[in-house]
């Protein structure tokens, strides 16, 4: 097979850290790989991939930067009659699948990292997010989720508002036996958490600074290393400036040390498909300490980690945080969790993903009877 699929996120950063083990399983299957985002410094890993195409920078939900973006995204639509296009961040899939010209739509895969709703959420946000999602659904070949609740909430639509074929994927896949086996970092007798992810709103690291501050009354030498970039870059390093006790690092190749190392992860994320720093910190048998949101539900149910509910402020975290480092969930607890989404569970499925999109694309998409994998 010697076919040509283009891949679509918001910027580089994402299709890095979201589909390492993807991009690896897709060139095996013979596919030549072009990937569209904005460029950031993760763009040269892209390039030892495939081929790199600048997208505008990271739209807002403004209409300039919305156009803009759609703008950009038809012109690749017309630069080549595409095999596959995969789709992910939610907004680019949402612009793509507006502007791509139908013989596109018909060979485009929509990986949903995570919707942007999720149960119980009834804002205004969410229900408009539902709204556009359900018009959207059927302008493509095929989505596949990342999330037990995403699946469930998709493959309840009715068959005419979904696509042809409805995926479920083990997440994104991750080297358990790299974390599981990882050095524990040195870090001189003084012992941290640990904050990974990008630094904006949704994930919320200003709560985990604000956790850590309140449990030094209890933990006094306790540290924060945050490890991540994003719009609260800024506003971290300000607050580092005035707190020793917090160390901030752009990036981290050396995640298995620091993950393995920390005596807990905080994932305050407010909505998360399926948190790769979780699963990694489950492998490596680090307590994870999570605000409840789909992923964590999944990951951490049944004493796997510790959930707090969305409203709980942080003088619950800490009070949370200084129990779950004094009584860690069981480690083969969480290691056999972390192994259902080891690359074990995700190479076949994402194989498999493809294979099926490619054999439907060969025979017509609008042919294809309508297929779910779970």
Known sequence: MDSRMLVISTVARDLVMQGPAAWQIAREQGLRLTFAAAQDGWSERLTALGTFVPLPAPPSLGPAALVRLGRALARLGEAEDWDLVQVQAPVAAAVWRLVAPERLRRRTLYVAHGFPFQDGDRSLASAASRTVERFLAP???????????????????????????????????????????????????????????????????????????????????????????????????????????????????????????????????????????????????????????????????????????????????????????????DPALMLDRAMAYDLTAFRPAYAGLLATCLEATSRGSGQTEALSAT
């Open 139 to 329: 302008r493509s070949l095929a989505v596949a989720t990342v999330s037990r609740e995403d699946h469930a909430w998709f493959s309840a639509l009715p068959p005419h508002r979904r696509p042809a074929i409805v995926w479920s994927l083990p997440g994104a896949g991750v080297d358990v036996h790299r974390f599981r086996d990882a050095p524990r970092r040195a870090h001189a007798g003084v012992p941290y958490v640990l904050f990974c992810g990008d630094l904006d709103a949704n994930t919320d690291p200003l709560l985990a600074v604000e956790t850590v501050e309140r449990a030094h009354v209890s933990l006094p030498g306790l540290r924060l290393v945050v490890i991540g970039e994003g719009p609260l870059r800024g506003r971290l390093e300000e607050l580092a400036r005035a707190r020793p006790w917090l160390t901030l690092i752009d990036r981290a190749d050396t995640m298995p040390a620091w993950v393995a190392g920390a005596g807990a992860v905080l994932a305050p994320s407010r909505r998360e498909g399926m948190a790769e720093t979780v699963v990694q910190a489950l492998a490596a048998g680090t307590p994870v300490l999570a605000r409840a949101n789909r992923g964590s539900r999944e990951l951490l149910g049944d004493g796997a980690g510790m959930i707090l509910p969305a409203s709980a402020g942080a003088a619950r975290w800490a009070a949370a945080l200084e129990a779950l480092l004094r009584q860690p969930p």
